[in-house]
């Protein structure tokens, strides 16, 4: 058959259902396969959007999400993508097209080097040089991309070899099960727990998998031992869960980081050292167990005393069944951290102010979403709000990125969520500066006719630098712009558009959006004047007594 023919029927095979993209020239003959085959084809206005769909479908469903491009302009835009879905993990293939490789007529008219651009930026990268390497080449590609540690892929199909005639048949997944922890490790681990006074548990991205949010769940509710998680962590085990800390959402000085200094065994299920570490090691402190899929990588400040490497639900299956509730163990001081932080998300969430308070904002918004409603994130300083004051009662239901920490992704993320759980209620959480990098998505939401609702946070400036720099002690400089008329720009794409004109008309506003069909934008003014107060001093000085 036609090698493009070829391509396709390997995708299907891998279970593709959508592929997000932008084609070109040297795309036309795959093009023209897709057209008869069951796999949708999903066009966006900018590649780099594909991309955070792409991989965003992947985080939601373990199956690698694809995105499409042409060579040169296109390929390059996948760029940030590629990396977003490497550093957070998200299984992701790209494809893209390139100029004839045998007799190529146009010099090196859009001629980059895809392959070795993609090398640093993904697990598997290669370009296919004849047919016959198309069901290799797919199935390799996926089985990286899907495999602990999953990541990025990339395979470039130029069009002479497209367009070939091949005998080549189908190589479909072989049957494997993930290994799991030896035996000397689990009983290690069983020792340190319970030979330990104060442990507690840290939950991490690695976790966020069905079984291993089960496994946790009934490890925590057995054993009685209390647990955090990291941003992408959230929702592993429902977070109002009597013994959930908090969520390791800055880098120090929070009420939880009192209570990680005062523990004496950290077991840290599913962390990767890509995202901000909560904890700093030192020779002498507390001691750490890493269970993970993978062996830690060492760094300055995590160097873990025992691994237990494996399958993470099997594991915390073993701990669980093995390690006998201790009588030593004290967690009453981490009960006051939870008391007492507890007690500090709960300021700000009624004020009144106008523009609208953050806290008040994270407390409205859980309010309207229900349990398995998804919040996609962007990147901005109400992120840190999010993390830290909106509790995640289900995984995967607050999307955010804490590995690349890209602006753009927010609504490309929410477009992908909305495809992947049609009857679940989601929102993209935008600042005005990342909601303009892929606001043009606004088409492709409306033209696939999602119900979603989107919150484009105004306050004219890129707010997450404005506080980092008020903290550093450096003058107000250089990160104010001006925004379009966000109601009237959402309805010259067939978007609705309102503004919001009082901190009271948030919940009414919101929930009638969510009632009535089609793609809803909200210009929501939003109050940062506190930022360097609230984050950088007062949390440091209330947490200081405890």
Known sequence: ???????????????????FGIPGEENLDLLNSLKNSSIKLIITRHEQAAGFMAATYGRLTGNAGVCLSTLGPGATNLVTAAAYAQLGAMPMLMVTGQKPIKASKQGQFQIVEIVNMMRPLTKYTCQIASGHNIPSRIRE????AEEER??????????????EHTSAEIIRESLHRRPIAEEKAIKAAVELIEQSRRPLLLIGAAANRKTSSKMLKKFVDKLGIPFFSTQMGKGVVDERHPLFLGNASLSANDFLHRAISHTDLIINVGHDVVEKPPFFMEQGGFKVIHVNYLTAAVD????PQLGVIGDIANSIYQLKQRIKPKKKWDFTYFQEVKDRLEQHLCEGVDDERFP???????????????????IALDNGVYKIWFARNYKAYMPNTVLLDNALASMGAGLPSAIAAKIVYPQRKVMAICGDGGFMMNSQELETAVRLKLNLVILVLCDSAYGMIKWKQANMGFDDFGLDFNNPDFVMYAKSYGANGYRLESSEAFLPLVNECFKSPGVH?????????DNDRILNKEIKEKSRFL
């Open 1 to 19: 058959m036609k090698a493009s023919d070829l391509f396709v029927e390997a995708l299907e095979a891998e279970g593709v259902q959508y592929i």
């Open 141 to 144: 590609a996926f089985r990286l």
């Open 150 to 163: 999953p990541g990025a892929t990339h395979i470039e199909l130029p069009e002479d070899i497209a367009i």
């Open 300 to 303: 300055p400040v995590y160097y």
């Open 356 to 374: 609208i308070y953050p806290q008040r904002l994270v407390s409205d918004v859980r309010k309207v979403m229900p349990d398995e409603g998804i």
């Open 521 to 529: 934008l909200i210009e929501v003014p939003i109050d940062y004047s």
